[in-house]
C-alpha cells in the first residue's frame, strides 16, 4: 500500500553535491519520521540523518555540517541534499519512513548508489 522510490543518486566528484529525494505513493496514509539510512559493502547499514514529521532532524555524526535532511509533506517526500561529498560517503542510500492511518509501519525504498570518487 505504500511504496518509497529513492533517486538523485549517481557519481560524484569529493567536495561534490547530490541531493537525494525519496517520494511515498500510494494513498489512504500519513507519514510520520522519515529518515535516510547507507550502506557501504562490507559494512553495517547506519543511520545518516532523520526528520520528524514536524521537521526535527537528527544527523550521524560524520555527515553533520555536510548533510540536510528536509521533507515536503504535501509532496510526502524527503530529501537530502549532501554537500562536500567524501569518498566515505560511497554507499547505497535507503530512504525509511513511518506511514499508516491508525498506527506506524515502517517501510523501505530500494536504494540508490552514491559514489564519490575522482
Known amino acids: 500500500q505504500v511504496q518509497l522510490v529513492e533517486s538523485g543518486g549517481g557519481l560524484v566528484q569529493p567536495g561534490g553535491s547530490l541531493r537525494l529525494s525519496c517520494a511515498a505513493s500510494?494513498?489512504?496514509?500519513?507519514?510520520?519520521?522519515m529518515g535516510w539510512y547507507r550502506q557501504a559493502p562490507g559494512k553495517q547499514r547506519e543511520l545518516v540523518a532523520t526528520i520528524t514529521s514536524r521537521g526535527t532532524t537528527n544527523y550521524a555524526d560524520s555527515v553533520k555540517g555536510r548533510f540536510t535532511i528536509s521533507r515536503d509533506n504535501a509532496k510526502k517526500t524527503v530529501y537530502l541534499q549532501m554537500n562536500s561529498l567524501k569518498p566515505e560517503d560511497t554507499a547505497v542510500y535507503y530512504c525509511?519512513?513511518?506511514?499508516?492511518?491508525?498506527?506506524?509501519?515502517?517501510?523501505w525504498g530500494q536504494g540508490t548508489q552514491v559514489t564519490v570518487s575522482s
Open positions: 500510494g494513498s489512504g496514509f500519513s507519514i510520520n519520521d
Open positions: 525509511n519512513a513511518e506511514a499508516g492511518l491508525r498506527y506506524w509501519v515502517n517501510y
